[in-house]
């Protein structure tokens, strides 16, 4: 398994180029399921969560291959299969998105339940409710959801019980191929599904109310094909950020949009960062001032997002001052609060909350990756402490940023990976 060695501390500084992002492109990959016709995806990000989708997709029957130019050309017309298998579905979670794609399309589905995961236990109920709603019928058997309707899923009225991403996502694409109107009420606003929405309707779907909380789908017969570019990863983004902004240094990230990651900006302003914006970059400088504790409650959007909490865990352990992180989205996602204690942090935990008392310095340690954005969380915190920090199974870290340690290098970071 393969492994980081970080020799600490080290101060970013540069630019960068932010990928696609990862939570958009995985969706419209499956959403592609919804048209026969050749679809080009720009700006899909090289991660090991996205080889696993155009695997899935290839085992489907679909054509599905990156071209010379780095885009992903799929044409789903020859799709002749609609199982997605445990084997793949217990590597990535988000296969669960070709549930509603095959219903729609080919009125079958049989999906592999993901199961539960690091940060949570992460049911599927509420995609299986909305389904149902459309007329589908749903059970589960030998670990598989096996969705079966009778012609097309009809248009229904559908009342989120809690805000999901993938939920209304899910539910959207099942929806453009509905017959009759659908509406989608408490539905996610996170700018990954907005990108979903608009990608549908380049397509012919005919979504309204993108971006608020109440989306109405009026369902079309077919889905052309299409040229879309996936928007830019603000999760990327954000960690890139508070690793500069923790290290004291100076980055500028570029192919960002900085309207995605308003509530993440205004906490680094009151971290005692100053940021700058443009159309498609934003600059951090944190050279000669202070770092600042800040309080932070993760929700849905246009809240402070849970996938950049860890990162944030980081930033208070060695800002001045005590504060307080109140996680209100998933119930186990302070897997990295434990490996930062081996490095120094003074962290202690209360249920969703986490509070973090400054500590002088970190030191290196040997530490173990858990999840995603703990695994970035980890690396942020090699380059602050002093000394050798190595960090255990990052196949986490890879299913989220492309050519992660060839990023941080060019901004001054020294990471190697050690492959074994
Ligand atoms: C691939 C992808 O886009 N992943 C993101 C997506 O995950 P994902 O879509 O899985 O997360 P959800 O928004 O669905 O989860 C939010 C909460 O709802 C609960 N829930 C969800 C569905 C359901 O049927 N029943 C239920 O109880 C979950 O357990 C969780 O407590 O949104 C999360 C919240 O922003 C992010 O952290 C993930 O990075
Ligand atoms: C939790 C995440 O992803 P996933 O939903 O794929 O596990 C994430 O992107 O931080």
């Not at 849970?306 to 001045?320: G, I, P, S, Y």
């Amino acid at each position: 398994m393969d492994k980081f060695l970080i020799k600490g501390p080290c101060q970013l500084n540069g630019d960068v180029t932010i990928s696609g992002a990862k939570n958009a492109a995985l969706p419209i990959l499956f959403a592609t399921l919804l048209s026969d016709e050749t679809i080009i995806l720009k700006n899909v990000p090289e991660l090991r969560d996205i080889k696993t989708t155009l695997q899935l997709l290839r085992e489907l029957g679909a054509q599905a291959e990156r071209n010379a130019d780095g885009d992903v050309v799929i044409t789903a017309g020859t799709v002749n299969c609609q199982k997605a298998p445990y084997e793949l579905v217990k590597t990535m979670r988000a296969s669960i998105l070709a549930l509603g794609p095959l219903t729609a399309k080919f009125s079958t589905a049989d999906v592999s339940l993901p199961g539960g995961c690091a940060i949570g236990a992460r049911p599927v109920n509420l995609h299986i409710h909305g389904l149902e709603m459309m007329q589908a019928n749903i059970n589960v058997e030998e670990g598989y959801i096996k969705a079966r309707v009778d012609g097309r899923l009809k248009g229904a009225r559908i009342l989120m019980d809690m805000v999901s991403v993938t939920g209304t996502e899910n539910l959207l694409m099942a929806a453009v191929l509905a017959e009759g109107i659908t509406t989608i009420e408490n539905a996610a606003r996170e700018p990954e599904v907005v990108d979903l929405a608009n990608f549908l309707n380049s397509l012919g779907a005919k979504i309204s109310g993108i971006g608020s909380d109440v989306l109405t789908i009026e369902g079309v017969e077919a889905l052309h094909g299409g040229t879309y570019a996936v928007q830019p990863d603000r999760i990327e983004t954000g960690t890139f950020l508070v690793a500069a902004a923790v290290t004291g240094g100076k980055i500028t990230c570029h192919k960002t949009d900085p309207s995605l990651l308003d509530a993440v900006l205004l906490k680094l302003e009151e971290a005692g960062a100053a940021i700058t914006t443009g159309d498609d970059w934003i600059t951090l400088d944190m050279q000669g001032r202070e770092l600042k504790a800040v309080n932070i409650k993760t929700v849905p959007y246009p809240g402070f997002p849970t996938d950049m909490q860890a990162q944030f865990t980081v930033l208070n352990t060695v800002a001045k001052g005590t504060s307080t992180i109140i996680e209100t989205i998933f119930e186990n996602r302070f897997m990295h609060v434990p490996e930062l204690a081996r490095m120094g942090a003074d962290i202690e935990l209360e249920g969703n909350t986490a509070i973090c008392r400054d500590t002088e310095s970190l030191t290196g340690a040997q530490v173990m990756a858990t999840d995603l954005r703990a695994s970035a969380s980890l690396v942020i915190a090699g380059f602050l402490a002093t000394g050798e920090t190595t960090v255990e199974r990052i196949y986490h870290i890879d299913r989220g940023y492309e050519f992660i340690e060839d990023k941080l290098q060019g901004l001054g970071g020294n990471i190697t990976r050690i492959t074994g």
